[in-house]
């Protein structure tokens, strides 16, 4: 990119190293000194970087895990860079477009596999393309699944029991009841300046009139009610003694 002249490779490529590549650049100075490393070809300065910083063992490791890799749920995205990050350290073992195609393939899971044939493609790219479609269209495949179910057994809403009372103070509307007259409603209440039939004055309804008088429904009496009637009373002591033996 910069067409420097071969003569100047290793001055322009150990000005470019960083962190522990210029360390270990200063170092090799020190050890072979100035001279040397100024009249050092190329090839003879790729030889121990390469030695350093890509041991044969790490390779091999990397080797090993690119031959292996498999696809178990990460987004086709993130498997395909993990795939051509490692497919780098693999010249000797994928030289040619069509192991990289077989190994990509064989990498990924059933669901892109089985509807693939690798044979069908030329370049790695054009098989990473359709499973990259192929990963949109489970997608929506899953989402219309998702969408069915749904649709077949939606939350149902909770409803009032058919002979549930509703609970005390709360009416449709949220509106509470009166104090006046006993009854949800909004505004103010017709018979609050309205004076009760009975007493005379206002602030209630007849129906909680506070003096009120309570009439018998069995002697049609005044100042009690039928359970408290003094005949019924009477009555169910008389049954309530029995005969001597």
């Keep these: 990119m910069t067409h420097c002249d071969e003569t100047d490779f290793v001055a322009y490529g150990t000005g470019q190293l960083r962190g522990q590549a210029k360390g270990w650049w200063d170092n090799l100075k ?9 009249t050092m070809t190329w090839e003879e300065f790729k030889t121990p970087f390469l030695r350093h910083h890509s041991p044969k063992a790490v390779i091999n490791r990397i080797k090993e895990e690119f031959i292996q890799l498999r696809h178990s749920g990460e987004s086709i995205e993130k498997i395909t860079g993990i795939f051509l990050d490692k497919l780098r350290f693999c010249d000797e073992v994928v030289q040619t477009e069509e192991p990289k195609i077989y190994y990509y393939y064989n990498m990924l899971s059933a669901e ?3 509807f693939m044939t690798p044979s069908k493609y030329w370049h790695l790219t054009e098989i990473v393309n359709v499973v990259r479609e192929r990963e949109i269209e489970l997608k929506k495949q899953i989402e219309r699944s998702e969408r069915r179910v749904f649709d077949k057994n939606p939350i149902p809403a909770k409803k009032q029991k058919l002979n549930e009372a509703p609970k005390k103070g709360v009416e449709k509307g949220g509106i509470p009841p009166c104090k006046i007259c006993g009854k949800n409603h909004k505004g103010e209440c017709y018979f609050k300046n309205k004076p009760c039939p009975t007493c005379g004055k206002v602030g209630h309804v007849v129906a909680n009139c506070p003096g009120k008088v309570s009439v018998c429904y069995k002697c049609y009496k005044s100042g009690h009610k039928k359970s408290e009637c003094p005949e019924l009373v009477g009555t169910k002591d008389t049954t309530d003694v029995k005969p001597d033996a």
């Design 30 to 38: 020190k050890e072979q000194g100035i001279e040397a490393t100024r």
């Design 112 to 114: 892109y596999r089985e």
